[in-house]
T-cell receptor, first 115, second 117 residues
Framework: KAGVTQTPRYLIKTRGQQVTLSCSPI?????VSWYQQTPGQGLQFLFE???????NKGNFPGRFSGRQFSNSRSEMNVSTLELGDSALYLC??????????????FGPGTRLLVL | AQKVTQAQTEISVVEKEDVTLDCVYE???????LFWYKQPPSGELVFLIR??????QNEISGRYSWNFQKSTSSFNFTITASQVVDSAVYFC??????????????FGGGTRVLVKP
């Protein structure tokens, strides 16, 4: 079974631009979560989607948004990019048979650099 | 609110030495789930183990072992006879066990393990 895939793998943007990152979960997985990893703040939860609905959201500004499609694929969008948005963005998927503390499997990440 | 603390930021060992990574967590829930992930230089987080709060049995998987102690809110991880390929950053994480939490993971700061030949 193929793992979680994320595109693009690397991205360079300038301040003020917006960016869309894509994530394809493991086949059959219905929950997709996004995390931001930076040297200063570590790994932080952005949001989780299940059945095309946002189930949980982390403490990030409204510039960060996401969505999930009917095939469970997910996108996240960051508008009006700031230098501090430079990070590794990780997507994770889980089967979600119970919706409680399920194991999440991570993709390789998208490394975003904001200049 | 939940919190995960990995006090050791970096550990350096020589190959074949054992290394223990500490993880201490805080949560008000009686039901919760604990995880360990490995992040090699490639960046992808690799799942190692999941434990629920009702299962305090220690576990051994090859050279890896885990010691879960609810009394001290700790979930420590030991690599026996370390190898160079074990060099990576290891993260401990917590997921709370109520519906609204979903599968949200709260991560510790990570421990970088460097195994020298």
């Amino acid at each position: 079974k193929a793992g979680v895939t994320q595109t693009p793998r690397y991205l360079i943007k300038t301040r003020g631009q917006q960016v869309t990152l894509s994530c394809s979960p493991i086949s059959g997985h219905r929950s997709v979560s996004w995390y931001q990893q930076t040297p200063g703040q570590g790994l932080q939860f952005l949001f989780e989607y299940f059945s095309e609905t946002q189930r949980n959201k982390g403490n990030f500004p409204g510039r960060f948004s996401g969505r999930q499609f009917s095939n469970s694929r997910s996108e996240m969008n960051v508008s009006t990019l700031e230098l501090g948005d430079s990070a590794l963005y990780l997507c994770a998927s889980s089967l979600d048979s119970s919706g409680l503390g399920e194991t999440q499997y991570f993709g390789p990440g998208t490394r975003l650099l904001v200049l | 609110a939940q919190k995960v603390t990995q006090a050791q930021t970096e550990i350096s060992v020589v190959e074949k030495e054992d290394v223990t990574l500490d993880c201490v967590y805080e949560t008000r829930d009686t039901t919760y789930y604990l995880f360990w992930y490995k992040q090699p230089p490639s960046g992808e987080l690799v799942f190692l183990i999941r434990r629920n709060s009702f299962d305090e049995q220690n576990e051994i998987s090859g050279r890896y072992s885990w010691n879960f102690q609810k009394s001290t809110s700790s979930f420590n991880f030991t690599i026996t006879a370390s190898q160079v390929v074990d060099s990576a950053v290891y993260f401990c994480a917590l997921s709370e066990g109520f519906k609204a939490a979903g599968n949200k993971l709260t991560f510790g700061g990570g421990t970088r393990v460097l195994v020298k030949p």
